[in-house]
């Protein structure tokens, strides 16, 4: 197993709620990123995090938002969720100036109504 | 958006039988990468190959780069049943965030 762990697994919310997922980094990583995945899609970049910062965004709104702690565990802050939100968001950690490869954590699903 | 494309979308084979998909990019690279997904959940490496190599093999998988096509194929060889799953490829033309395709879903029958 590759170590990253998050939380929860599965999630329903309504549009307009908001919510966060954790991402617990693969120990001696310092760098972790996160991708939506929607049902029958290839994974998309949201946003990577490195000692603390955001390190690169994709094409995501500002409603997307994220944190990274010192031990380098993460979150994602989604807010006035909608429906095409419903996806696996899946967090993936790596070491700053190896992220060639990223070890993905279990992903959580998130469905809204 | 995806980078590229995986084809095919869905590949059925009998456990022994060789899966070739293919995966085409749109933009230069450093280096393209295989992820392996079972059911949904969190993506596996499998194998990645620079922009400067040309073929490269591990255990039963055997992938190849074409930097003058934009495309890449990866070959697993005497599949399992355990094999079953969607395979993605992934390119890193913005120094470590992961592009990815649209995945092929093999099914390998018993």
């Known amino acids: 197993e590759t170590g990253v762990t998050q939380s929860p697994t599965h999630l329903i919310k309504t549009r307009g709620q908001q919510v966060t997922l954790r991402c617990s980094s693969q120990s001696g990583h310092n760098t972790v990123s996160w991708y939506q995945q929607a049902l029958g899609q290839g994974p998309q970049f949201i946003f990577q995090y490195y000692r603390e910062e955001e390190n690169g965004r994709g094409n995501f709104p500002p409603r997307f938002s994220g944190l990274q702690f010192p031990n380098y565990s993460s979150e994602l802050n989604v807010n006035a969720l909608e429906l095409d939100d419903s996806a696996l968001y899946l967090c993936?950690?790596?070491?700053?100036?190896?992220?060639?490869?990223?070890?993905f954590g279990p992903g959580t699903r998130l469905l809204v109504l | 958006s995806q980078q590229g494309e995986e084809d095919p979308q869905a590949l059925s084979i009998q456990e022994g039988e060789n899966a070739t998909m293919n995966c085409s990019y749109k933009?230069?690279?450093?280096?393209l990468q295989w992820y392996r997904q079972n059911s949904g959940r969190g993506l596996v490496h499998l194998i990645l190959?620079?922009?400067?190599?040309r073929e490269k093999h591990s255990g039963r998988l055997r992938v190849t780069l074409d930097t003058s096509k934009k495309s890449s194929s990866l070959l697993i060889t005497a599949s399992r049943a355990a094999d079953t799953a969607s395979y993605f490829c992934a390119t890193d033309n913005l120094a470590d965030k992961l592009i990815f395709g649209t995945g092929t879903r093999l099914q390998v029958f018993p």
């Open positions: 993936a950690s790596s070491s700053w100036g190896y992220q060639e490869t990223q070890y």
């Open positions: 933009t230069s690279i450093n280096n």
């Open positions: 190959i620079r922009s400067n190599e």
